[in-house]
């Protein structure tokens, strides 16, 4: 598999009430957590593809850090040490204008041992609380910024110092081996075809939800294949509490989708259509990996799999996900081995296709002929034309640079069919594609305008 920079994972981490979720909010510039005064509201760990000065990362709010008075508030402590171990980088929040608490302590603690670069957020310095923000300096953690996301101060500092320490990253190091991360809800029977895959037992099978609590890996070789197969524990849906069960941070399915090539997403046959599945499969998507959907447990039906209409379901679950379409779907059942075997056969095919590549000759004559077929529409004296296309080749995605004109102006239905176009004409089964839109003349007048001298004007 080609070499590639794997996104980063920063995680927002701290105790309850200082203002995490408002300061994830303001990275995003948009409301994706939910922001109240009382403390702990945050109990789920929500994540988001965020991107400054052109590097993306994924940036993750955790929940607050309490006393662990029943197993709930254990497992949220639990996620403080699973940023410690998921993370690239971990940003460690504490409330200016108030005294250093044992839990603030013993988050920074967490973060400093776990050797991950570490920098500091004294929140809410508003209210002329400026100068208490130096006092944090007792925890240990060098790197300190202050900030008040109602005054918008220190946002843009703190997103600089982020985007200077991710690009630190390491390199996903290249690799013959080809590793597959199953995922899914608890208890939608991951562990169960784990088992079924390496033939043997290596992970708990329970009833009880949430057993897997940590990814489980496991090395087999098929068709001269090297296959590493990893076994996440589940993604718990938004708000759901259940007392004595792991709450599942999406911290480690991060980064086990960030470290596979190939994702199974399983969907449980009795309950198909969950929101939250869709969400851990748009999670594939935008990480780039190829995906398969797996409809599991088709035993449970009992006597009605072998009446109930096939089709219906498979039509049902294939608008539910239309949105990857590219996905194959296949049904599987662990119990009696229904299909196993032929997921096999499948991460070769998303391999082999995932490494296509396509000489520009050949693009180009695709793009002639697509154009013909159906132009670009637009605006009145804004007509978008496109000249050229080419592939990364050094993008272990299946991707694309068209270079055009008036290419802000091509309308998403006809980037879609651009891409339904791609895809019957090459093979890129089972992988999400890249198309990037490049205007030459504005690319032109960039490049211009910052090889202009300075005059004292503009000094």
Known sequence: MAESRKLPIVAIVGRANVGKSSLFNAILERREAIVAREAGTTRDSISAKASFNGQQFWIVDTAGMKDPVDDFEQSIQEQIMQASNSADVIVVVVEAGTIISDED???????????????????????????????????????IIGTSV??????????EHITATITKVPLRQESERLKIALLGRPNVGKSSLFNALLNKQQALVAERAGTTRDINRAIIR???????????????????????????????????????????????????????????????????????????KWDALGEESDTVNYDSIIKR???????????????TSSLNGQNVTKLFDL?????????????????????????????????????????????????????????????????????????????????????????WFIDKHAAKLAKEKATEPVTKEQE
């Open 105 to 143: 302590r013993q988050v920074a603690t967490l973060a400093l041992k776990s050797k991950k670069p570490t920098m500091l957020v004294v929140n809410k310095i508003d209210h002329g609380r400026q100068d208490s923000v130096y006092e944090f300096a007792k925890l240990g953690i060098k790197d």
């Open 150 to 159: 109602t005054q918008s101060k220190g946002i843009y500092e703190l997103l």
């Open 222 to 296: 098929f068709k001269n294949q090297e296959i590493e197969i990893m076994d996440t524990a589940g993604i718990r849906r938004s708000g759901r509490i259940e007392r004595g069960v792991e709450h599942f941070s999406v911290l480690r399915a991060l980064a086990a989708i960030e470290e596979a090539d190939i994702c199974l997403l399983l969907v449980d046959t009795l309950e198909p259509n969950v929101s939250q599945d869709q969400k851990i499969a748009g999670m594939v998507k935008d990480a780039g990996r190829g995906l398969v959907l797996v409809l599991s």
């Open 317 to 331: 679950v294939s608008a539910d996900y239309e949105f990857v379409a590219w996905a194959p779907l296949i049904v």
């Open 347 to 435: 991460f070769l095919k998303i391999k082999q296709a995932r490494e296509n590549r396509i000489s520009t000759h050949e693009l180009n004559n695709w793009l002639g002929r697509v154009i013909r077929e159906h132009p670009p529409a637009g605006l009145k004296n804004r007509m978008p034309k496109l000249n050229y296309i080419v592939q990364e080749g050094d993008n272990p995605i299946p991707a694309f640079k068209i270079f055009g004109s008036q290419t802000r102006f091509i309308h998403w239905s006809y980037r879609r069919y651009l891409e339904n176009k791609l895809r019957e004409q090459f093979d890129f089964f089972g992988n999400p594609i890249q198309l």
